[in-house]
Each structure stands twice: as structure tokens, then as C-alpha cells.
């Protein structure tokens, strides 16, 4: 009798010990089951608010090419219309008393007119390749030494492998190189500037990179951050970086005032 009040309760015992153990066992997979749980919905939810911004960032993009067009034309078919008329009735200005009124005005019309071709031209160049980022690159730098007294120097191998650029791609590192030449135009103060594209050299990833250098001015990339591109002479490197993210390139700014500044752009084959 005994011995079997002694096996029950040895029974029991074991019972309890299962028990306890399945207990345990149905805590911890429930409590890992909702952190996978939350953890997935964490990822979808990150994926989605991904896709929502770079959607987003194609539609402003998209926005802003459209709106550079439209400027342009009207540019083109107004204020340059305007201009041209007003040198034609210049020409034939007749004025006894100062001879020199009617070539001064011409003058300073011919000037304003070539302003505004410009703008047109950087707002929606008529010329640009969107599948040729070299041609495109090329054409960049034919305007920059057409309209300024800086050393300009383009380097570029005779094969260069774009074609894993998409259109998209070609027309956003078009615009950021046209950005980094404006900048470098308007703020530098330089006396030399070097652009150079490449494929990637032996250990390096494969795709394209830019490098565009000048011995200008420079300046503080640790301002610039501050502003975050409220300074408008600094809006122009987040538009920059923008179009980087948004294409998968990445974009290094090295500057410091006195030193010139070297942009790096890297576009990889994916």
C-alpha cells in the first residue's frame, strides 16, 4: 500500500514537472511569436513608408523637371521675345545729343538677352542626351567654359560603360553634376576646375564615378548642415543629395574654406 501511495505521488510528480515545463515552454513561444509578430509588422511598416518616400521623391522630381520646362519656355517665348524687339528698335535710336545711347542700350539688352538663354538653357537644356550621361556631361562642360574665365579641365577614358544607367538615372547625375558646375560657378571663386568620369579601377565596386574638384573658396560642410538648406546659396547640395538618394548613388562633399572642394559621385551597377 505503501509503495504504491509512493509511485503516485512520484506519478504526480512528474505530471507536475511536464506540466510545468509545457507551461513554460507555451509562455516563451507565445512570447516569441508576438515579437516576430511585431517585429514584421515594424519591417512592412518601414517597406511601406520606403516606398511612400521615394514615390514621393519621383513626383517632386518629376514636379520640378516639369516646372524647369515651363519656366524655360516661358522665358523663351516672353521676356527673350521682349528683349530682342527692344534691341531691334535701338538699332535705330537717332540721338544728336549723346551718338552713344543707342549702342550703350544695345549693349546692355545683348547682355540681358544672354542671360536669359542661359537660364533657359540650364533650366531645360534643349541638347540634353537622357540616355548619355557623358554626352550630357560633355555639353555641361562646353557652357562652363563658354561663360567663364576658369582653367576647365574634362577627363574622361574613350570607352566608359553606361548603359546599366537607367533614364532616370542619366537625367538625376546630369542634374547634380549641372548643380555642382553652378555652384562652382556662382560661389567658388575658382581659378581651376577638373571633372572626371570613370568606371571603377581594379578593387573597386563596379559602376560610374564623377569627380568633380576645384581650388576655390570652399567651405564649412558643418554650417551647411545647420541650415539644412534654409541658406538659399546652400539649397542647391540637399536638392544634390536628394537626387543621390533617390537614384541609389552615393554623394561625398569634401570642402574646407581656403582648400577648394571635391565632390564625389558613385552610381553602382547594380
Known sequence: MENSVQEIERLNTIIHQY?????IFD????ITLVIIIVFA???LKSKKRLKNSSRYLRYTIKGQEEERARIARELHDTIAQDLR????LTEK???KNDAKLGPKISKLLEDSLSQVRNMSYNLAPPDVIRNDITANVMNLSQNFKEH????????????????????EENLNLYRIVQESLTNIFKHAQASEVT????????????????????????????????TRGTDGNHLGLV???ERADFIGAKLEIDSHPGEGTQITIIKPKL
Open 19 to 23: 506540466t510545468s515545463f509545457f507551461i
Open 27 to 30: 509562455v516563451v513561444f507565445f
Open 41 to 43: 509588422i515594424q519591417v
Open 85 to 88: 524687339y527692344c534691341r531691334s
Open 93 to 95: 535710336i537717332e540721338d
Open 148 to 167: 567663364s574665365d576658369v582653367d576647365f579641365r574634362l577627363t574622361m577614358p574613350e570607352k566608359i560603360d553606361t548603359d546599366f544607367l537607367s533614364e
Open 195 to 226: 571633372v572626371l568620369l570613370r568606371n571603377a579601377n581594379e578593387g573597386e565596386a563596379e559602376g560610374l564615378y564623377i569627380f568633380i574638384s576645384d581650388d576655390g573658396k570652399g567651405f564649412e560642410l558643418s554650417e551647411i548642415a545647420k
Open 239 to 241: 536638392g544634390m543629395k
